[in-house]
């Protein structure tokens, strides 16, 4: 059974910043202003190259292209940072997971570096978002509870580390990304039903299903501007960004994701992967290619800040940080996956 459970975690993750989405992206409302001494932060995982599907992982924030490992608690030993968040006060927030073969698996939040599991009620639980809005930090990921009897797997939020469920655990299910707006907290994720998996919007706890269940579909990132709602996913091997509930196809069909958004004025940015294999972006719906054809490459998060677009994500030799379309350094990004960029 642990078994089972360990290898569902890895699998959550790379749904979530691969083919069916940490990823992630992240929902992050603030924007920076544009000054020239921004600080780029970008989170993912380094990879054990010689064991890619089952080896350990460790997890890694870069800032203005430096990287740091961000260590585990006693006794894990593998650790995927999933989300980055730069509070207002310039506390670092991370969000992830970490785990082993032998004991059960944490949903953690790293603060300034120093890890913090998050409560669970359940045996495994994951983290794969992070937000803070003034003094409450807002975690979105899953909780697994399982024995001899049942495997119920819910998808939750938690605030300031009380935990919230938002599926009743009779599905698998997960919250990849949060957002809040006022009063308003928004996840997106998906939940399981007739063996595919549906993409689920859950604004204060309500789910909203985006699609009709029919194909399947998963909802990787929210993004709130104004009154509107966006939604970036996909729905059978289309990338779509859903406005308001109302899909819009970004791809002709072909496996593709849309894995993050970002509204800046009117300007919708949403990156992704296409269905030629590229790490791309998309501008109000027109793509630009990031990556040549690369196996398993993706555009796992976009950030705005004044004129400058930024972009996160990984090719199959590592890796990447876009800005403005000009790949830019990670030191030591071989092996790795870059999964969640914020720029302060």
Not at 39 to 59: L, N, Q, S
């Amino acid at each position: 059974m642990k078994k089972k459970n360990s290898n569902y975690v890895k699998q959550a993750l790379a749904a979530m910043v691969c083919c069916f989405a940490m990823m992630t992206s992240c929902g992050d409302k603030e924007e920076d202003t544009g000054k020239e001494d921004v600080a780029v932060y970008v989170c993912g995982a380094e990879i054990d190259p010689e064991d890619r599907e089952d080896g350990d992982m460790k997890a890694v924030l870069w800032k203005d292209g430096k990287k740091q490992f961000l260590q585990p608690s006693a006794g894990k030993t593998s650790s995927v940072a999933s989300s980055v968040f730069i509070s207002g006060n310039g506390d670092i927030y991370v969000a992830g997971s970490e785990y082993d073969e032998e004991s059960d698996d944490n949903a953690v939040l790293w603060k300034n570096g120093v890890v913090q599991p998050l409560p669970r009620s359940g045996s495994d639980a994951g983290a794969y978002s992070v937000f803070v809005s003034g003094n409450d930090v807002y975690v979105s990921g899953y909780d697994d509870e399982w024995d001899d009897e049942r495997d119920d797997t819910y998808a939750v939020l938690w605030k300031n580390g009380k935990e919230q469920f938002l599926t009743d655990g009779s599905n698998f299910a997960a919250g990849f990304s949060v957002f809040v707006s006022g009063n308003d907290v928004y996840v997106a994720g998906w939940e399981e039903q007739v063996s595919d998996y549906h993409a689920v919007l859950w604004k204060n706890g309500v789910a909203q299903y985006l699609t009709d269940r029919k194909d399947g579909s998963v909802a990787n990132s929210v993004y709130v501007s104004g009154k509107d709602v966006y939604v970036a996913g996909s729905e059978g091997n289309y990338a779509v960004l859903w406005k308001n509930g109302v899909p819009q196809k970004l791809t002709d069909g072909r496996e593709a994701l849309a894995a993050s958004v970002r509204v800046a004025g009117n300007d919708v940015y949403v990156s992704g992967r296409d269905g030629g294999d590229h790490a791309v972006l998309w501008k109000n719906g027109i793509p630009q290619t990031l990556s040549g054809t690369e196996d398993f490459a993706v555009a796992s998060s976009v950030f705005v800040s004044g004129n400058d677009v930024y972009v996160s994500g990984f090719v199959s030799d590592g890796g990447k940080l876009w800005k403005n379309g000009e790949e830019q350094t990670l030191s030591g990004a071989q092996n790795s996956i870059a999964i969640s960029v914020f720029v302060k």
